[in-house]
């Protein structure tokens, strides 16, 4: 039996999915919802799966414990808020649930070097991944601070915490076409996807 790591993975679903027109999560990239797709790799990674949303019942047939934000209206930052509050362990890998390549090797590349850092956070040329990223519950205090201050980014609790910053370039050999950070948003994005991957199979 394959040894998970000792980590909580979370997917945040609390998003309105304005611009697409529908929910994100269900969106299906080759046959397979996006939800079901990250789900299934967390379900092999780690040992609980934590899903954070204010619509319950959707996920009701996902093998996770599930949990209404317990900050509403503060975005992603209410939401990581909320998945370390109900972790069990010390560190959470926290996810989009938008993202329909993540890569099991690059996140374990993340996870490898996680003792003594509060955020391991990789940074591709578009800039840092909050949202493809692992926290330790010694955030929970900076994020409370940081929407005390109406601030609402993850990176805002950044200065606050041990950072330890993953060059793409370090792990950029485990996906060269960088999927793991694709996040769709409109239904052109997704058409762009399928078709550049359909293009290179």
Request: one cysteine or more; glycine letters at 6%.
């Amino acid at each position: 039996m394959e040894i998970k790591t000792n980590l909580t993975g979370i997917i945040l679903s609390g998003g309105k999915s304005i611009r697409m027109g529908e929910n994100k999560a269900f969106i299906e990239i080759e046959g397979v919802p996006i939800i079901h797709r990250i789900h299934t790799l967390f379900r092999n990674l780690f040992l609980e799966t934590i899903i954070v949303t204010n619509q319950k019942d959707l996920f009701s047939n996902l093998e996770s414990r599930i949990y209404n934000d317990l900050l509403p209206q503060r975005g992603a930052l209410g939401g990581l808020y909320t998945g370390l509050f109900f972790s069990s362990l010390q560190y959470s890998f926290c996810v989009a649930c938008d993202m329909p390549f993540l890569k099991e090797k690059v996140i374990e590349y993340l996870i490898k070097d996680i003792e003594g850092y509060d955020v391991i956070v990789p940074r591709t040329t578009d800039g840092l991944q909050p949202l493809h990223a692992i926290y330790s519950k010694n955030c929970l205090g900076p994020i409370k601070k940081v929407i005390e201050q109406e601030k609402f980014k993850i990176i805002d609790i950044y200065p606050m915490v041990n950072v330890k910053i993953i060059e793409d370039e370090e792990f950029k050999y485990l996906d060269p076409m960088g999927e793991s950070f694709i996040n769709i948003n409109t239904p052109e994005e997704l058409l762009y996807i399928v078709k550049r991957r359909k293009a290179t199979a």
